[in-house]
């Protein structure tokens, strides 16, 4: 597929894609503000909804609640019931225990007339008698004294027929006075009624809910419907207690919370009989599942409709737009000079006669610029042979007088070493059968070159930096030597002191550069630009003919791009560049 570029047009692909997902946007904007009213809606409705059944559950609580307060002023008036606080110890026992058990019948007949099960409890402390419908309960002075709670429902736990269980209890005393009470009580009712009274109620207020509804105070251990998960009920105990810290008196309200990444809606209203409150959670994804359920069959179809819509726009591709692709790439690759590049790939439409037209006409031309190319291959090949003869013979003689005055010396090993480097330098610039080779080659045939030169002059250093990968480059032979050659011969002659020469080599981001820098006595700017002037010269001075050949062999070798780069180096002297560019000859 052919790479987008700056501002190019766009293709029919992207147009029809564009196009596709402009019709879809607006429909999906439209149902998601549609979705969101409508669940805000049901979110409010919910909350009003629920918030009444609370209240509805919290007024029987408060209403049953209530009525037996006010039957504990019924039996504190009863005549059976006052005349029990007169009864005397001295009186016959069965006068007494027939008293007791008139009272206790008329708690019964009380206890009954009411929907939750209870207990009725007559004290009088003056008599020390006491008639109870709770017979496992021993009440005296002590008893009351200790659990006195006359103000509110006291939650505790109580000994009944049914066991020990948690109950609300409560007390009247006669004479009806303020509770800061200067007199002694002439007699106690406690009423006590079981909190699984609440527990069924409830179960009741469950059922058909999804919600997790408890009375809860906060400090004591929450009344739950049975069935309820304690760890979560006492998880949202404590979300609530959080509520609560917010709100200095929150009697009724509602608030969204997160617990355990899942949204609930929580409502909660006050009993003002009982101090409890009655909570109830319902988690906001089991109340909104119809209408997530809608949103994703919604969603569903949408990505049906766009799979649809892009099956058809890659139809229109693969027979429109590819082909067209094809097209556009072949003729940039002719552009390029890849002549010989063909499309295989034929559509089964109206665009293969295209594709049959231009293969055929990049044949005719690949064919014409075959003949041209070989003719212009030989020539070069031809002038390269005769630039490289010039390069090979410039310094032989002057070895010579180097070897004879080490010979009258006696200096064996020197001359031995010695002409081992000039035997490897000449091996492989005489060596005319390989036209090309690599740089780890040609950097071995520089350090022959200044080996030879440092063993005739001390005052010559050298060092070399190449990067890794370029010593696997393939180039023309003899192409660093003369730069090497031209540092040592023009850089050294008047330089005092000690002449040092770096190489190093490294890779750009379009090609290599390889340079060498020396610390000799360099050239002025003017003469700098004088050189590069003779380097694209057809014929220049000898001083610069090994320069201005190694620059037009980088150019017939990798292209019009590369070439040499001249400029002051870092060292002080000269710094001489092979620039090349990637994509050449």
């Known amino acids: 597929m052919i790479p987008f570029r700056r501002g190019a047009k766009l293709n029919i692909f992207s147009k029809s894609m564009i196009l596709i997902v402009l019709m879809l946007v607006p429909i999906f904007m439209m149902y998601n503000s549609s979705n969101k009213t409508s669940t805000d809606v049901v979110e409010q409705e919910l909350l009003q909804v629920n918030m009444n059944r609370i209240r509805f559950f919290v007024e029987q609580m408060n209403v049953e609640a209530d009525r037996l307060w006010r039957a504990a002023f019924v039996i504190a008036t009863d005549p059976d019931a006052v005349q029990l606080q007169f009864r005397s110890s001295a009186e016959p026992t069965y006068s007494i225990l027939e008293s007791k058990r008139l009272l206790l019948q008329k708690l019964d007949m009380q206890s009954t007339t009411f929907e939750w099960d209870n207990d009725f409890t007559v004290y009088s402390p003056l008599s020390n008698l006491a008639v109870s419908t709770n017979s496992k309960q021993q009440y005296d002075l002590t008893y009351f004294t200790d659990h006195l709670s006359q103000e509110r429902w006291d939650y505790r736990r109580v000994f009944t ?306 990067e890794e990968p370029l010593m696997k480059l393939l180039m023309p032979r003899l192409l660093l030597q003369p730069l090497v050659e031209n540092a040592v011969v023009h850089g050294m002659e008047s330089k005092k002191g000690e002449f040092h020469v770096l190489i190093s080599g490294y890779q750009t981001d379009d090609g290599y550069e390889i340079a060498v820098d020396d610390n000799g006595i360099g050239m002025t700017d003017e003469q700098m630009a004088q050189l590069r002037i003779r380097l694209n010269e057809l014929v220049s001075e000898n001083r610069s003919l090994g320069l201005r050949n190694v620059h037009q062999r980088l150019k017939h070798f990798f292209g019009e791009a590369s070439g040499l780069s001249i400029e002051r180096s870092f060292m002080g002297g000269l710094k001489v560049t092979l620039v090349i560019k990637e994509g050449g000859d």
């Open 161 to 466: 027929e049914r066991g020990v269980e948690r109950a609300f209890v409560r007390h009247l005393i006669t004479p009806f006075e303020s509770p800061n009470r200067t007199t002694e009580p002439n007699m106690f009712v406690e009423v006590t009624f079981s909190s699984e009274n609440l527990v069924n109620m409830l179960d009741r207020f469950m059922q058909g809910s999804v919600g997790q509804p408890f009375l809860y105070r906060p400090g004591t251990e929450p009344i739950m419907p049975h069935g309820a998960d304690p760890k979560l009920v006492e998880a949202m105990a404590g979300q609530f207690n959080r509520i609560q810290a917010s709100d200095s008196e929150p009697a009724d309200g509602s608030v969204k919370l997160t617990y355990r990444n899942e949204p609930y809606l929580v409502n909660y209203v006050l009993s003002s009989t009982l101090g409890w409150y009655m909570v109830d959670f319902q988690p906001m994804k089991k109340v909104l599942e119809p209408i997530a359920h809608s949103k994703r069959k919604f969603y569903e179809a949408g990505l049906l409709l766009l799979a649809l819509g892009v099956a058809m726009a890659a139809l229109l591709y693969r027979n429109v737009q590819k082909p067209i692709y094809d097209l556009i790439g072949a003729v940039r690759m002719l552009r390029r000079g890849e002549y010989g590049h063909r499309i295989k790939r034929w559509p089964n439409n109206e665009f293969s006669y295209l594709i049959e037209q231009f293969n055929l006409m990049s044949n005719d031309i690949q064919t014409l610029i075959d003949k041209v190319y070989t003719e212009q291959l030989r020539a070069k090949e031809s002038s390269l042979k005769h630039l490289q003869a010039q390069i090979n013979p410039h310094f032989l003689y002057n070895n010579f007088a180097y070897i004879q005055s080490m010979a009258q010396l006696d200096r064996t090993k020197a001359i031995v070493a010695f002409t081992q480097h000039l035997s490897q330098y000449y091996r492989y610039t005489t060596r005319t059968e390989q036209q090309l080779t690599s740089l780890a080659d040609e950097m071995e045939l520089i350090r022959n070159y200044l080996e030879i030169h440092r063993m005739q002059s001390e005052r010559l250093q050298y060092e070399e930096y190449m």
